[in-house]
């Protein structure tokens, strides 16, 4: 984890980057192969010098340049090792070395000057496969290319030709350049110190011709590089789990239960993490990762790319690993509901919000592990369409297993467990319109909108409880109800936009009361709700208190504004549950006794108690 922390910092940062949104996820079964995502966002102009920018296109003609980093055996076989299950044999040059500071300035050189003087034709990065990818997929705008091996620069001598091929040094892009502007460029480069070299011409001959020292050692057609791989052919089988119901007997008090899940490692602060990076580089956060005077971990940032403009950009995430083995339809759909709500919770819209779809999975030959993909991606279909949400990139990886030995020498196999990312990003039309966590004001009224139901199966609560007594065994994976909630989304986009909402969060891991405790925490206000109060379909205590159901926000409002507030939300359930105020957080029973009773400072020091020394 700390290497983790620390590469993502190196990576973002020192490019100049803000890092405004992340998250972190526990379970014992990333210990074989954690996984790691990042995901960026920029801007680029719709059209440079009345051309489109968006649209590329390598000629036959065009030099093959490539600049920035130098080739290593760092990154050989990178892309593979992602698919392929770890082993006291995988090789440690898979992965990169990376140089941020050589690609804050390849890229600054590239977006502010290379590419208004239209010096290039097409530009791809370096990324999966290095230059082996990335010269043959600009190849197919142009109809083929010769490159020159020798020519590429080297970090050290040594390599073989395919290395130099394959490797996926970072910090690299490859151009198509017209042969009268390749000094131009070239000179532009070295002027800004990055190195760029042609290495090669970009042809119509239908073939992928390379080179080494004069020797051909690779000759192929571009219709067989790209199509030539035969489809594989794959079984999979599908299993529903059967689960039967065991619950434990209802407690008086759940206030012990409210502070453990505090603690839990999938809920507790990471602020240590947040507070390490920089999200004011560019000077340009709205809804910060850490909110309110509590500085609490949002669920979703806002960033304002362009001073001079109120429109911003909301950022968000949601992925349920602990879902996937028992029902992965519901886990996918629960992912991208909760990746929406935490988008429209700040003030996103879904008029505007595209989401991301990132697979990190197990063995393909698996049947059942391809089976559960399967039902997976139908729900990643159903979803996305229901609710107007494109995806418009992703990634998949298969494999991520471990194979090798234990301590005392006994052969150990570790899957992941089946895991979908899905992020979610969107413009918004004013970033004055956006909320935070945090409670404002003692004597606001706290609603919750949406219904509870009777869904802990996989939640932070039900792994509580096995961590008690490993017998238990909840109902059933939350369920998304994709109409209704698009409703109740675009009920709360315009009470945004109408001023009627003091604070808003998205009810997520943990449930209503982790929710009412984030807000609380946030805003160093405490707060009193009553259970009986709130549209449920349960009458247990921990279910209202810690089912993680889908669709639902906690809010304050201005007293002021109850009447107009409730108006907007006429047509979604709505229960107005308590009001803020007080130093503690009191929660009544359906039964009308004291269901959790704790301080506010207990709260704060409890959230923040597992990486206090961090």
């Given at each position: 984890?700390?290497?983790?922390?620390?590469?993502?910092?190196?990576?973002?940062?020192?490019?100049?980057?803000?890092?405004?949104?992340?998250?972190?996820?526990?379970?014992?079964?990333?210990?074989?192969?954690?996984?790691?995502?990042?995901?960026?966002?920029?801007?680029?102009?719709?059209?440079?010098?009345?051309?489109?920018?968006?649209?590329?296109?390598?000629?036959?003609?065009?030099?093959?340049?490539?600049?920035?980093?130098?080739?290593?055996?760092?990154?050989?076989?990178?892309?593979?090792?992602?698919?392929?299950?770890?082993?006291?044999?995988?090789?440690?040059?898979?992965?990169?070395?990376?140089?941020?500071?050589?690609?804050?300035?390849?890229?600054?050189?590239?977006?502010?000057?290379?590419?208004?003087?239209?010096?290039?034709?097409?530009?791809?990065?370096?990324?999966?496969?290095?230059?082996?990818?990335?010269?043959?997929?600009?190849?197919?705008?142009?109809?083929?290319?010769?490159?020159?091996?020798?020519?590429?620069?080297?970090?050290?001598?040594?390599?073989?030709?395919?290395?130099?091929?394959?490797?996926?040094?970072?910090?690299?892009?490859?151009?198509?350049?017209?042969?009268?502007?390749?000094?131009?460029?070239?000179?532009?480069?070295?002027?800004?110190?990055?190195?760029?070299?042609?290495?090669?011409?970009?042809?119509?001959?239908?073939?992928?011709?390379?080179?080494?020292?004069?020797?051909?050692?690779?000759?192929?057609?571009?219709?067989?590089?790209?199509?030539?791989?035969?489809?594989?052919?794959?079984?999979?089988?599908?299993?529903?789990?059967?689960?039967?119901?065991?619950?434990?007997?209802?407690?008086?008090?759940?206030?012990?239960?409210?502070?453990?899940?505090?603690?839990?490692?999938?809920?507790?602060?990471?602020?240590?993490?947040?507070?390490?990076?920089?999200?004011?580089?560019?000077?340009?956060?709205?809804?910060?990762?850490?909110?309110?005077?509590?500085?609490?971990?949002?669920?979703?940032?806002?960033?304002?790319?362009?001073?001079?403009?109120?429109?911003?950009?909301?950022?968000?995430?949601?992925?349920?690993?602990?879902?996937?083995?028992?029902?992965?339809?519901?886990?996918?759909?629960?992912?991208?509901?909760?990746?929406?709500?935490?988008?429209?919770?700040?003030?996103?819209?879904?008029?505007?919000?595209?989401?991301?779809?990132?697979?990190?999975?197990?063995?393909?030959?698996?049947?059942?592990?391809?089976?559960?993909?399967?039902?997976?991606?139908?729900?990643?279909?159903?979803?996305?369409?229901?609710?107007?949400?494109?995806?418009?990139?992703?990634?998949?990886?298969?494999?991520?297993?471990?194979?090798?030995?234990?301590?005392?020498?006994?052969?150990?196999?570790?899957?992941?467990?089946?895991?979908?990312?899905?992020?979610?990003?969107?413009?918004?039309?004013?970033?004055?319109?956006?909320?935070?966590?945090?409670?404002?004001?003692e004597g606001d009224l706290v609603y919750v909108l949406g219904i509870t139901y009777d869904e802990c199966a996989g939640s932070e609560y039900?792994?509580?409880?096995?961590?008690?007594?490993?017998?238990?065994?909840?109902?059933?994976?939350?369920?998304?109800d994709a109409v209704k909630n698009a409703a109740l989304y675009r009920e709360f986009e315009n009470a945004l936009k109408n001023n009627l909402?003091?604070?808003?969060?998205s009810v997520e891991r943990g449930g209503l009361a982790v929710a009412l405790a984030k807000s609380c925490v946030a805003g160093k206000l405490?707060?009193?709700?009553?259970?009986?109060?709130?549209?449920?379909?349960?009458?247990?205590?921990?279910?209202?208190?810690?089912?993680?159901?889908?669709?639902?926000?906690?809010?304050?409002?201005?007293?002021?504004?109850?009447?107009?507030?409730?108006?907007?939300?006429?047509?979604?359930?709505?229960?107005?549950?308590?009001?803020?105020?007080?130093?503690?957080?009191?929660?009544?029973?359906?039964?009308?006794?004291?269901?959790?009773?704790?301080?506010?400072?207990?709260?704060?020091?409890?959230?923040?108690?597992?990486?206090?020394?961090?």
């Amino acid at each position: 984890m700390d290497g983790v922390i620390r590469g993502v910092n190196v990576g973002g940062n020192c490019s100049g980057i803000p890092t405004p949104q992340g998250f972190v996820y526990f379970d014992d079964r990333y210990k074989g192969k954690p996984l790691v995502f990042v995901g960026t966002i920029g801007l680029i102009p719709r059209a440079v010098n009345g051309a489109s920018s968006v649209e590329k296109c390598a000629r036959a003609g065009d030099a093959v340049v490539i600049a920035g980093g130098r080739v290593g055996k760092d990154g050989i076989h990178g892309a593979t090792f992602s698919s392929e299950a770890l082993t006291s044999g995988s090789p440690a040059t898979a992965v990169q070395i990376g140089d941020p500071i050589t690609q804050k300035k390849m890229s600054d050189a590239i977006v502010k000057e290379a590419r208004d003087l239209n010096l290039y034709t097409s530009v791809t990065d370096n990324g999966a496969g290095g230059i082996s990818c990335s010269v043959a997929e600009m190849a197919k705008e142009s109809g083929g290319f010769e490159v020159d091996l020798e020519k590429v620069p080297l970090k050290y001598p040594g390599l073989s030709p395919w290395e130099i091929w394959v490797s996926e040094s970072q910090e690299r892009m490859t151009f198509s350049i017209p042969k009268a502007k390749v000094s131009q460029f070239i000179d532009l480069m070295k002027r800004r110190g990055v190195e760029a070299v042609a290495i090669g011409t970009f042809t119509d001959t239908g073939r992928g011709l390379v080179r080494y020292r004069g020797k051909t050692v690779f000759d192929m057609s571009l219709d067989f590089l790209h199509n030539g791989l035969p489809r594989k052919e794959l079984a999979q089988t599908y299993t529903p789990v059967k689960r039967t119901k065991k619950m434990p007997a209802a407690e008086a008090d759940y206030t012990k239960a409210f502070t453990d899940m505090l603690k839990r490692l999938n809920i507790t602060s990471f602020e240590f993490i947040s507070a390490q990076y920089d999200h004011e580089v560019q000077a340009n956060s709205v809804i910060k990762p850490l909110q309110g005077k509590g500085k609490v971990n949002g669920n979703a940032s806002v960033i304002r790319p362009v001073l001079t403009s109120k429109k911003g950009v909301v950022l968000s995430q949601a992925l349920f690993p602990s879902y996937s083995e028992i029902d992965p339809y519901r886990m996918a759909a629960c992912s991208i509901d909760t990746a929406v709500r935490n988008a429209i919770s700040v003030g996103g819209t879904l008029d505007s919000l595209a989401i991301l779809d990132n697979f990190c999975w197990c063995d393909s030959l698996n049947a059942e592990r391809l089976g559960q993909l399967v039902r997976a991606a139908e729900a990643c279909y159903d979803y996305a369409v229901a609710y107007g949400t494109p995806y418009v990139s992703g990634k998949d990886s298969m494999f991520n297993d471990f194979k090798g030995f234990d301590k005392d020498g006994n052969a150990v196999r570790l899957s992941v467990p089946p895991t979908l990312l899905i992020s979610s990003f969107g413009v918004i039309d004013n970033v004055e319109h956006c909320q935070s966590i945090d409670f404002k004001a003692e004597g606001d009224l706290v609603y919750v909108l949406g219904i509870t139901y009777d869904e802990c199966a996989g939640s932070e609560y039900e792994l509580y409880l096995q961590q008690r007594d490993r017998t238990i065994t909840a109902s059933e994976v939350p369920a998304v109800d994709a109409v209704k909630n698009a409703a109740l989304y675009r009920e709360f986009e315009n009470a945004l936009k109408n001023n009627l909402i003091a604070s808003s969060i998205s009810v997520e891991r943990g449930g209503l009361a982790v929710a009412l405790a984030k807000s609380c925490v946030a805003g160093k206000l405490g707060a009193s709700a009553d259970l009986v109060k709130l549209a449920a379909k349960s009458d247990r205590d921990d279910v209202l208190l810690f089912s993680e159901s889908q669709g639902r926000f906690l809010v304050s409002v201005d007293p002021k504004k109850k009447e107009q507030f409730e108006k907007a939300f006429s047509g979604s359930a709505l229960s107005c549950i308590g009001t803020v105020g007080s130093a503690s957080i009191e929660i009544r029973s359906v039964h009308g006794t004291k269901a959790v009773s704790c301080t506010l400072e207990t709260a704060a020091e409890t959230y923040r108690a597992t990486f206090r020394n961090f």
